[in-house]
């Protein structure tokens, strides 16, 4: 299989953009607050 394709595996979600990311010795972290923030619309996500 010389042709063979790379796909795309990253999930796309309505308001994910704000979530901060950084790519780091070829590997994705992504700020927890944001995901918490996210997942459950707090007003102060630190609390959790």
Sequence with gaps: MADEETQDT???LPGAD???KV?????????VIDI??????SEN???Y
């Design 36 to 41: 918490i923030a996210f997942l459950t619309e």
């Design 45 to 47: 996500p630190r609390r």
């Design 23 to 31: 790519w780091h010795q070829e590997q994705w972290f992504y700020s």
């Design 18 to 20: 704000k979530i901060r």
């Design 10 to 12: 990253s999930m796309v």
